[in-house]
């Protein structure tokens, strides 16, 4: 095979793409303004030397985290300099592409006292924090308890004689843990302890800490703090996640956030007008991830998709292409069936998810509207979605991103494939934000009282629960079936959602059903966590639907005349787009196929013609995956990856990446003289 | 919570296991002779110094080559010393639990020139190779090329006038690529490289090249070596994969392997007598990694299940266990029933990939000793089943592994759980020894033939694929319903089987069907290719047929008067063994519902009594559940957990790992004065 045979294979597979790249990119990021301004941002951090990320692959914990705060710096500056938007700032965090000990400086530090300080707290800390004067992060996770902020351990004590709190974890247990910035980073922390006066729990509440000196960075003596050591999949390895234990530390009251509760000179404690505002900063990074899970796996998806155009193995006379350059080179990986069934599906996922994405944002955006002007009726049910969204959406970009590298067999394992770093950036949004399973009774108790509204008010039922209504007469939903009576009927989006609202429409009914049946109540029961495993099931099932719902949605909106233009895509961009929604919506009931069966609302028939269309839909898109990738618009810079590059010179890239190796820098490997000559010697030499 | 509290939940939920510990662990490992020998070999590791774990989380790749190296030249002294047999070698390896740049020198060097080499070659290259005068490797994959062994770029060229091969790559993907032992330590590989004399290619055959100088390890000028760089998620981190480049390398005529093909002082080329014999070796690697899959997600549930019996998050009325010696404390996680309904049917899996290993094992003991006496008539269909077993159990423990890692939650995000590096070694056996999805295809191809024998020579089909008979009668069989009439009938061993041999007959003869109407061909098609997705699943399927058939055996001789004393069990073993099989067999039913539906096999009904069923019998492990791991038998030096340790002392122990991170050894973090220092002090000092 000449050096050039990977390059050539790329760009001829670029020849057969049925649309235009361009178009579909500014279909994806909905403008080319936002397409060119993600590029200007990405091209902003590839020319700073700090970001460069040829030897991420052998750095230690102990050196990644001192580049961590190198890189941590320097962002610093880059926000000072450009004066970012929030939307820069997280396409810089894209292109930088490691979580680093000062994002949560911004990302929570500044945030919470913004919103639970008080004008006056505000002012103090706000803008020495914005120069950088002091840098903060956020400690509420502690070593025995992460999401149960009533038992946290951490205690802040009012001290009258002094007026100050005394900040005391009183076992090892309540020492904060996991905490990013902390381990060597920052100055200042909010921490959330439970306040007490006069021996009184008045539970979790938010302090603004001092951790370590403004002098010296030395820690204050009545403060322990330190980092907690590597990470699963050296995951998020330039990140000090620290510790803090506090011994009677000593803060004064003004340094508990007031907006709400408020402690008085005399140590009057004042409750908060109302509660439950806080969910507003949840939905908000819930809606981040699943844009996030658009990027991720639409990378991890790029990866593979141009490494497997490149990669050939075994000439097998079924090469799929007759327009092949070279029918007597063995057949480019990409051409197996078996694998473009593995790898394309995810590619509509992706698609899906950048239109999951966008939806989500706007949900977001239009509840802050609402509650900004008193009307909180939104907050259930986008709190809600953005639960189940979350689960799903990161339940599936990790896994989708795990499946991309093994689809590279063995050139997968190793780490200049840039997707093990993907996957361990990935993968702890499983179980932070709200693990995934535990999550999901967000949706199941939203449903649940829908169920209610449904049966007594039926037109209060919100749009996307409406598919209730469908089992009301339970006989008659009872006896529906799916009416696809061609295999082409499959293509129809209003049969996909038809088939998808039935679905949740049954387990809603069946989980509300065995609910009442065990008289367990959501809220507070010693039943509920049995039903957890439903809750799970029906949770997923409406995230596929609205996954579903939006990104017809999008497709049709991209050729409506009336449409925003940065949502409307060409006719030819339109076709592939149908394809992809079609793959999605198919390929989402072919991997449940149960839910669909189980009832009869699927007949035999319709399942085997179910999967030869996914299959077709499949075989449809064999020209267009390179095109449908490259639309994703990703930078070499941020793939940072061997075997996915976009001029396709894979295996090139592999053997100079590994020239590269540190251990390569010496003839004779460290440790010869030490342990392998007196190996090779104990016997006497061997005579070749 | 007190300090010890983690202790004590640990402590209190040993008193409730129904059964004896150590009964049941002599039942998984065949005998307490087994138990004991194992514990012998792992305690002599264990106090061995260089194979201590504790910094494993913080070597970098240069450092841990070192580390490997260091431990390799240890295991080879010990080798000598003790002069053990495969098994404790095994054990060794599993104790040692890292791959380690000399395991291909015993596992691979050795026994291809043992196989391939004359009498005259082996007497020449093994006793100096059992005395470690020198070390080898085996150089089969290229950069370009994997299993595809016709297509190999490396040549081995006669060169008449010195009676010498020249070994030679012509471009750098001809480069040996992803070599164990290559990179640092070996001083000889053996080498597939296609076979040229007078222009004429005869094929890949092996070759013995040395590639360092005995004297002091130089690469020889004319071999070009080096590591190929760190692997995904830090896997085989101590491992020296390395490539290798010829250019124009001399090697003496009698360094080819001639057991089999020749080749003269003149360059006449002689053929073996017959081929194929190759495939015992590929039947046993595949075998052990059966038994290496029970192994490791014993170890991951193990950790799992310890540490969610000490972890409690949120004060929960639902505690399950009216026991409880705290009802005051919060619940703990593992009595949470989604938990449950997660963990314990890896449990199952487990104990069932025990039994798989075993039996796959004496299948593969059986074919050698048939081999032996010239009869080759099971190696089609043992080579089958490794595939498809080898296939479906690495898919099952890497899977297993990573949900065991998420049920902890947050903390499983810590490399201090032991899982992350579990992971990284398990994960690479989905790809390697045979890509997951394309071994499939032999287990198809076998039963392919296996339908055509039915229906020509029904007496002739092979007991595990007798199911096949089944479905010769089509009308009879599409009339064939599952019997389950009430939920308890669900527990019936027949049952079970019945409802797996009649989902494999289906697929195996849909896929017959499709292949004839298609006419294709398995061995070279046009479009066999085409029916690859359906390869998978009815592979996928026979193999959970036989593990679930294998367990049920298993667990119907641990009660068997007339079995060997070393596979009894005592009555209450038997009693969780048969929950434990029960599980294992409706699990996989219900992880594969749509299989047992989509023809009508099984009723809506029946769906929902499998379903609770499944449900019910997890409960009923809930106090089973630790000794049920515990009877996995691994020692602390082995898991390497900090949550997983057998006293349960969770917090403590990653409160004290936390403690030795290299990180904390400074005050003031690295980069303090460089970065953190000048940005803080940028716009003068903050005044708190």
Known sequence: MAESQNKKDLAHARTKVSFNVKDMTNFLYQGAANVDQRRYIMDLVAKEPIFNKDDWGWLSHTDAVKRGIAMSTRLAELMMEHDLNDLDFATMMEAIDDTLPIVLHNGAFIPVIT??????????????????????????????????????????????????????????????WWIGGLGALCTHAVVQARLFIDGKDYGAHVFVVPLRSLDDHKPFPTVQVGDIGPKAYNGFNKMDNGFARFTKHRIPRENMLMRFSKVSRDGVFTKPPHAKLSYGSMVLLRSVLIKQMALYLSRATTVTTRYLTVRRQFNNPTTRNDAD?????????????????????????????????????????????????????????????????????????????EESRKLMGGHGFSYFTGLAHLFASIVPSNTYEGDNYVLTQQMARYLLKEVKTARTSPEKVTPYSRYLLLALNKPAFERTTCAVARPEDWLKPEIQLAAFEHRCARLAFELSDAVDAAGADPANSKTWSDHNIECYRISHAHAQYTMVLWFIKAVKDAQDPAADEERRAEPASVKVLEILSNLHALHTIQTNLVDFVEDGYLSPAQCLSLRAQVKALVASLADDAIGLVDAFDHPDFLLNSALGASDGDAYKRLWEKAQTEPLNKREVCDGYEEYIRPLLKKHGDFKM
Chains 1, 2 share one sequence.
């Not at 840098?135 to 802040?156: D, K, P």
């Not at 590619?347 to 239009?366: C, D, K």
């Not at 969204?389 to 990790?398: D, Q, R």
Request: aromatic share 8%; net charge negative.
């Open 115 to 176: 919103a639970q300080g008080t004008e006056e707290q505000i002012e103090k800390w706000i803008p020495p924090a914005q120069k950088f004067q002091i840098i903060g992060c956020y400690a509420q996770t502690e070593l025995g308890h992460g999401s149960n902020l009533s038992c946290l351990e951490t205690t802040a004590t009012f001290i009258k004689e002094t007026d100050e709190w005394e900040i005391n974890s009183t076992t090892f247990t309540a020492a904060k």
């Open 325 to 401: 350059l070279n029918p007597g080179l063995e057949t480019q990986v990409i051409n197996y069936p078996m694998v473009q069934n593995r790898l394309f599906p995810m590619i509509a996922q992706a698609y899906a998810l950048f239109a999951a994405g966008s939806v989500m944002m706007e949900m977001y955006i239009n509840l802050m509207t609402s509650i900004s002007t008193g009307n909180i009726d939104a907050l259930a049910e986008v709190h809600a979605m953005s639960s189940a969204l979350k689960s799903y959406c990161t339940t599936i970009g990790a896994a989708g991103t």
